[in-house]
């Protein structure tokens, strides 16, 4: 039994902000590496329009590489229909639908209104419940900027709770709340996950944390008293924020195994094959900052997996 489900988004999230072009064939080793690894879920490419990140052009390639690895969930982002169309296509077998809780980063990135892309995941829906049993994704729905904006600051609570009730409404299986641009501390993170929780039932929540301000491992302890029990990490901690050049990216991978672990958690991941995975991936990278510090530091003598 696992106790906590840890989910890699660095081939999405992390690779995203990469300015170079990572080759297909280091992504699908990367996707290999993790499921051998025990990741049981990997977001594994955005589908947006090529011109806009040019970094997923192999999105297809990719996708049906990871759909060969057994056990493996194999999810993608898609911020629209269209996208939604592909990935369905491609046969995955969760699709990351994402909006913006803060109206101006709606605005900015997919030129639509929230309450727009509200109907446009209503859509995504249907579309999804068309479809015959063997070939329908899981749809989630991902709050990006729920715990504040680089637009906006504060974005709050209600308006968050709001999103989150309408897009279950509208048929969501699952929700994912990201902290986008690292602004939240423990606090409003074990107050907004335990009201959206009352709000929605047993609906299947996620937390996404970013550690651009170092608080990512400390937001996710808050998120488990808050009974969350699915965080999407990314390997190295890759997915810095375009607009604060340098700063740190998703919470690690490695280091949330680590926390977990030693805590006696389960995540069913092996973290020795992670930290070697991490060095492979940042040869491979070079010239990309990788954070984290359990890879850098080594396992503490005696370090035992949760039992
Ligand atoms: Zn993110």
């Not at 297909?24 to 589908?47: P, Y």
């Not at 991490?278 to 890879?295: D, N, S, V, Y």
């Amino acid at each position: 039994m696992i106790d906590v489900h840890v989910h890699e988004t660095g081939t999405r999230d992390g690779l995203q902000s990469v300015p170079f072009f990572v080759p297909t064939d280091v992504k699908k080793r990367w996707c290999s590496a993790e499921a051998r690894a025990g990741v049981a879920e990997i977001e594994v490419c955005s589908f947006v329009p090529v011109k806009l990140l040019p970094q997923f052009a192999d999105a297809a390639e990719v996708v049906e590489h990871a759909l060969t690895l057994e056990g493996l969930t194999v999810a993608a982002l898609a911020p629209n229909l269209k996208g939604t169309e592909r990935a369905i296509e491609l046969g995955v077998h969760k699709v990351n639908f994402v909006l913006s809780v803060s109206e101006s980063h709606n605005r900015a990135n997919v030129r639509r209104s929230t309450a727009e892309s509200v109907s446009e995941f209503a859509r995504i829906v249907e579309l999804a419940r068309s479809l015959p049993e063997g070939r329908r994704p899981k749809i989630a729905a991902g709050l990006s900027t729920a715990l504040g904006c680089t637009i906006e600051g504060d974005v709050p609570e209600a308006r968050v709770r709001e999103i989150a009730m309408q897009l279950v409404a509208a048929g969501a299986d699952e929700l994912i709340v990201c902290d986008t641009v690292g602004y939240a501390n423990p606090t409003v993170v074990r107050r907004l996950f335990r009201a959206i929780r009352s709000d929605v039932g047993a609906i299947p929540i996620k937390a996404h944390f970013h550690d651009t301000r170092g608080l990512g491992l400390a937001n996710v302890l808050a998120a488990l008293d808050a009974d969350i029990r699915a965080f999407d990490a990314s390997l190295g901690g890759l997915g810095g924020c375009p607009y604060a050049p340098g700063a740190s990216g998703n919470i690690c991978t490695e280091d949330l195994v680590f926390m977990l672990e030693s805590m006696g958690l389960k995540t069913g991941v092996d973290l020795e094959k992670l930290i070697a995975l991490r060095a492979e991936i940042q040869e491979a990278l070079k010239g990309e900052p990788f954070h984290g510090t359990i890879a850098k530091a080594g396992l503490p003598k005696g370090f035992l997996k949760a039992a």
